[in-house]
């Protein structure tokens, strides 16, 4: 297949004047090459796009692709995640990863968190706090925790993030309200293990790759998977693979991941987070359906070689969960055309 490829490159967005917290979420080059070299040895032709205007440009121009490989994070906007796949979606052309509305949905962990649970999937008790005063009408046991609603790679979350009583919850979440210009969740605190549940397939074919267990090491930030951590993690962080076969509490974890997984209708691959609670009972924390995919430092490959399944072969399956969607784009365009 020709395969276009969607990514927003960090260094183009601090070159034009972009902070460090902005573009955290955003590939380096050695991401984007290390995609397209998988999927040319498995036998396709890629074409680099890049960030969401440059995609609007070629669409404009008249540019095709069988399917886009997109990871393109966005910039502006809670839905920011779900842009470029509305506008593969206006141009029938299939990409991979999930559709807008699970973008959208997905990135906002309060929302995830009512849909979930609505499903049947266990997630602590939360409380959205859309402004200040919204701070008094929770009724929730401390300790608590508290992050922005919708940033990933652990911005807005430090040591403070943990909080005892009333009056850190109303200096940390005045600060993130401020800092972020979004909601805050606030939630019950799990002090469990923590684990991140890998995933490949869409519906009743994905599966659970494999786990990882996040231990904080002695120098690391204590009690909580923050920014500094996750950006120092090879010194910070150990990520140890635990096998369902072997742990009870890990095979229950990918039970709930997988749960979750298919009830938000996400697709392809992707990570589930997950808390254990005092009595050691695995919930759902959330979900990042367009997770990184750095052959070295990102979760999901670091996740699927600890396993035995190689860079490629992760590819090739991601590449496999889309393809029927490229079969149905070249089905609806033919339809298309011939009723022209």
């Known amino acids: 297949m020709h395969i276009g490829l969607t990514y ?28 397209e070299q998988a999927l040319r040895e498995l036998g396709h032709t890629t074409d680099r796009i890049g960030h ?3 995609l609007v440009r070629r669409l404009a121009g008249g540019a095709e692709w069988d399917l886009v490989f997109n990871i393109a994070e966005g910039l502006e906007g809670i839905a920011r995640e779900a842009q470029v796949p509305a506008l593969l979606d206006a141009y029938g052309i299939a990409y991979t ?29 939360f409380a959205l706090i ?4 919204d701070l008094g009408r929770i009724d929730l046991p401390y300790p608590l925790f508290a992050k922005p609603v919708a940033e990933g790679t652990g911005k807005g979350i430090t040591p403070a993030s943990r909080i005892r009583d009333a009056a850190a919850l109303q200096a940390v979440c005045t600060n993130l309200l401020t800092k972020y210009q979004q909601p805050v969740l606030v939630e019950t605190f799990l002090p469990g293990r923590e684990f991140t549940v890998g995933i490949t397939g869409t519906g009743a074919a ?7 267990e996040i231990i904080l090491l002695p120098q690391a930030e204590a009690d909580v998977y923050s920014y500094v951590n996750k950006e120092n993690s090879e010194e910070l962080v150990e990520c140890r693979l635990v096998r369902a076969a072997d742990d009870e509490q890990v095979a229950a974890a990918e039970r709930v991941a997988l749960d979750a997984w298919r009830i938000l209708g996400c697709r392809d691959a992707g990570r589930v987070d997950l808390r254990c609670d005092a009595n050691g009972s695995p919930s759902f924390m959330e979900v990042n359906p367009l997770a990184g995919l750095h052959p070295e430092h ?7 070689t600890k396993s035995g399944l190689t860079y490629v072969e992760l590819i090739r399956r991601i590449v496999a969960s889309a393809e029927p969607r490229v ?7 033919a339809r298309r055309f011939r009723s022209q």
Request: glycine content about 4%; overall charge negative; proline content about 7%.
């Open 8 to 35: 927003d490159l960090r260094q183009e967005y601090l070159a034009a004047g972009f902070s460090d917290d902005e573009t955290a979420e955003f590939d380096r080059p050695s991401t984007v090459e290390a995609l």
């Open 52 to 54: 969401v205007q440059a």
């Open 97 to 125: 990863f999930s559709d807008p509305l699970v973008m959208a949905l997905t990135l906002h962990k309060g929302l995830t968190k009512t849909v979930v649970a609505a499903g049947g999937v266990p997630t602590p008790p």
């Open 130 to 133: 859309q402004q200040a005063a």
């Open 206 to 212: 994905a599966r659970a790759v494999a786990t990882l």
């Open 298 to 304: 990102s979760d999901l490959p670091m996740l699927a």
């Open 327 to 333: 079969a149905a784009a070249r089905f609806s365009k």
